[in-house]
């Protein structure tokens, strides 16, 4: 949909503003569901335990009880127990209480204990930490529950063949109020818990075909039957709906969990980040999500990126442990942790590490001596990194419009509906710029913060947003537009005609550094007033057959540049140096003068931040031999990059400038606005400090 069309097509578009921007049942209101236990209401937690919010490193041990256990707790000890604690020193502890086999880890007489039950392991860890200041949260699973299901068919959800699913609930159902609130009422008060981290939430929840579900729908639409594919015209509108009844069931448990507990603080796995990216309506207390245990360094660098700029406490949850092809479990060593941790560390967040005790409940010391030295690792940089905040640079969209529509689960975008974000998102970090990315909620009201806006490939904006950046334009702002049908959005400010409709071609797309394959859908443009800046060919004979690839226009007081075919696709794909080059050829004619220009390898990441106290960092990641699944899992070395040339926007002259943690104090030169200095060697992670 291009500008000229907005006014004639919203039905699709106000279908997505209703199903999310409105106030949804449950929320913000009080619970009618009655206490199960006599704690209700009480709060006996200690001073000494610091709230989520202020939380900066913790610790999360699961186990999924299950049918099959017969020693659990057997090997918990207050002694092991204090040797983890007092060498790690954790704000919080998430330990094991309901898994998603749906049997609890502690004697329940709400739901199903598991049969395996030797000793209260939840009692004993609930009076050690208490002794120390640490809080206690559990690893509960909602959503997803096979023992409910099995006891309670009914309780389901049905998929759009007729078939029960043996593992998640509905969210229409009586499961909420029959088992996962009462449940919840029951271990916290039980245990004098500090809150809960909720997991097999949104992105385990599915489109629902239950009776409860096919009736809430008729009463919402008005209509008799389901969608069941995404030819049904209503099929957007059926997802959307399955998106907002998840919420609705969201807002209820939070809900009525706070109001029996005051002060209690609770998450859900992976709400409201990327797999969920609307605005946050249900009352978290914090947000969270355990990123891929091998995938890690990437998606750390989408999802940090991401909550940052979601304005709630959050915190990432690191996999302590992965395994190789046909292999089992294996730790990591604490350097690959180190590099994983400097990834949320850099964008202000709380990082926390997942490591599962043994069936028995005993932490080996492999794993004491692991945390010890990521915990050390994180604190040496708590002071200059958590609740730091962006220095505005480049805004990547991350658009939850184009969402909606592309993806069709409830959440959880697992089916490449990222590729093309996460592939600009690598290029510009390997050109060494500070990214955020931002949904159109988000964005909206800070587009004029950012130089540079860069919008992957997405096939819809909101109206309103998608005026916004035209504003954003016309005011002096820059736009680079990454593949066709970002572009055809955005034709008018283009100085191009299109001609005809996008076309799968095998393609070479001149470089720099040469030719490079980038074979996929095209679109052919005439020029009507833009600047040809990037060629493409039929073959590597670049004699014939040249077709323009990318463009440049001044429109208003801004610059606009689009590339027309599957650039960032490709380099999500490939990862080709020279496509790399050919962005930042791109980035150069829009983004001349970005506060810091820093010379060093592609294996570097920069983000310019401010600390919570207001002093401005330039903290730099090496990724330099990070984890690539599924034959290269495990690093155990880092090797040092530099000598590091940073050139940094600074109106008055600093009074000294120091690279952290070392505190060391560099060689400096201040010369007409801007700083110039030179980091010797980074290792993992480090930050220029400038005062």
């Given at each position: 949909m291009n500008l000229k069309e907005l006014r004639g097509k919203k039905t699709l578009i106000l279908l997505m503003i209703i199903g999310f921007l409105i106030i949804l049942p449950g929320c913000g209101q009080k619970s009618k569901t009655e206490a199960v236990t006599a704690g209700a209401g009480k709060n006996l937690k200690t001073d000494k335990v610091r709230p989520r919010s202020e939380a900066f490193f913790g610790l999360h041990f699961d186990l999924h009880p299950n049918a099959s256990d017969t020693e659990l707790g057997a090997d918990v000890s207050e002694e092991n127990i204090a040797e983890l604690l007092d060498r790690v020193k954790p704000d919080y502890v998430q330990y094991d209480c309901k898994g998603h086999p749906g049997y609890t880890g502690y004697p329940t007489k709400v739901g199903w204990p598991s049969p395996g039950i030797v000793k209260d392991s939840l009692a004993i860890w609930r009076k050690v930490t208490r002794e120390r200041g640490v809080g206690l949260y559990i690893h509960y699973s909602g959503v997803?529950?096979?023992?409910?299901?099995?006891e309670h068919p009914d309780w389901a959800r049905i998929d759009a063949d007729g078939k029960r699913d043996p593992?998640?609930?509905?969210?229409?159902?009586?499961?909420?109020?029959?088992?996962?609130?009462?449940?919840?009422?029951?271990?916290?008060?039980?245990?004098?818990?500090?809150?809960?981290?909720?997991?097999?939430?949104c992105w385990r929840a599915e489109l629902d075909y239950s009776p409860e579900a096919l009736k809430a729908w008729q009463k919402y639409s008005g209509k008799d039957r389901a969608p069941k594919s995404p030819a049904d015209p209503d099929w957007l509108e059926w997802k959307m709906f399955q998106r907002q009844a998840f919420e609705s069931y969201l807002c209820h448990w939070v809900d009525a969990l706070h109001e029996f507990r005051p002060g209690v603080q609770l998450t859900s796995n992976w709400m409201y980040t990327t797999f969920a990216p609307k605005p946050v309506v249900a009352h978290l207390d914090f947000l969270s999500g355990d990123y891929s245990p091998s995938l890690s360094v990437d998606r750390a660098r989408v999802e940090a990126r991401y909550l940052a700029s979601t304005g709630k406490p959050w915190d990432l949850m690191a996999w302590g442990f992965d395994r190789g092809r046909d292999q089992g479990w294996s730790l990591k060593s604490a350097f690959h942790l180190q590099q994983e941790a400097a990834v949320v560390l850099m964008q202000?967040?709380?990082?926390?590490?997942?490591?599962?005790?043994?069936?028995?409940?005993?932490?080996?010391p492999a794993i004491i001596d692991q945390l010890e030295q990521v915990a050390r690792f994180c604190r040496e940089r708590q002071s200059l990194s958590f609740k730091s905040r962006t220095v505005p640079q480049v805004a990547l969209l991350l658009s939850e419009?184009?969402?909606?529509?592309?993806?069709?689960?409830?959440?959880?975008?697992?089916?490449?509906?990222?590729d093309e974000l996460e592939g600009a998102l690598q290029a510009l970090l390997e050109l060494h710029f500070s990214v955020d990315i931002l949904a159109e909620h988000q964005l909206i009201s800070r587009i004029k913060e950012f130089p540079l806006l860069v919008i992957p490939e997405v096939h819809r904006l909101e109206p309103d947003f998608q005026k916004e950046v035209v504003s954003f334009v016309e005011n002096g702002g820059s736009l680079l537009l990454l593949g066709e049908k970002s572009a055809r959005l955005f034709e008018p400010l283009l100085g191009v005609k299109m001609v005809g409709e996008p076309q799968q071609i095998t393609a070479e797309l001149a470089t720099p550094a040469g030719p490079v394959s980038l074979n996929g859908r095209w679109q052919e443009v005439e020029l009507a007033g833009a600047e040809p800046i990037g060629f493409r060919y039929p073959t590597r004979d670049f004699r014939r057959g040249q077709a323009i690839a990318a463009t440049i226009a001044s429109y208003g007081k801004g610059k606009v540049a689009a590339v027309y075919g599957p650039l960032a696709l490709a380099f999500f794909r490939s990862h080709h140096p020279a496509l790399r080059q050919f962005i930042g050829n791109l980035t150069q004619k829009l983004f001349p003068s970005p506060a810091v220009i820093v010379e060093a390898p592609p294996t570097v990441d920069v983000a310019l931040r401010r600390t919570a106290d207001n002093r401005l960092t330039l903290h730099l990641l090496n990724r330099t031999g990070f984890p690539v699944p599924d034959r290269y899992n495990f690093i155990d070395y880092v090797p040092p990059v530099g000598p590091i040339q940073i050139k940094l926007a600074l109106e008055e002259k600093p009074q000294k400038v120091l690279w952290m943690p070392e505190v060391t104090r560099l060689k400096w030169k201040w010369d007409k606005g801007y700083l110039y200095t030179t980091v010797p060697a980074l290792h993992i992670h480090g930050i220029l400090l400038v005062d």
């Open positions: 997803w529950d096979s023992k409910a299901i099995e593992n998640a609930t509905s969210v229409f159902g009586p499961y909420v109020d029959r088992l996962l609130i009462p449940q919840l009422k029951e271990v916290i008060a039980a245990y004098d818990l500090d809150g809960a981290w909720v997991d097999g939430e202000g967040g709380g990082f926390q590490v997942y490591n599962t005790p043994t069936r028995r409940g005993y932490i080996v419009t184009s969402l909606w529509e592309r993806m069709d689960r409830v959440f959880s975008p697992w089916a490449g509906e990222y």
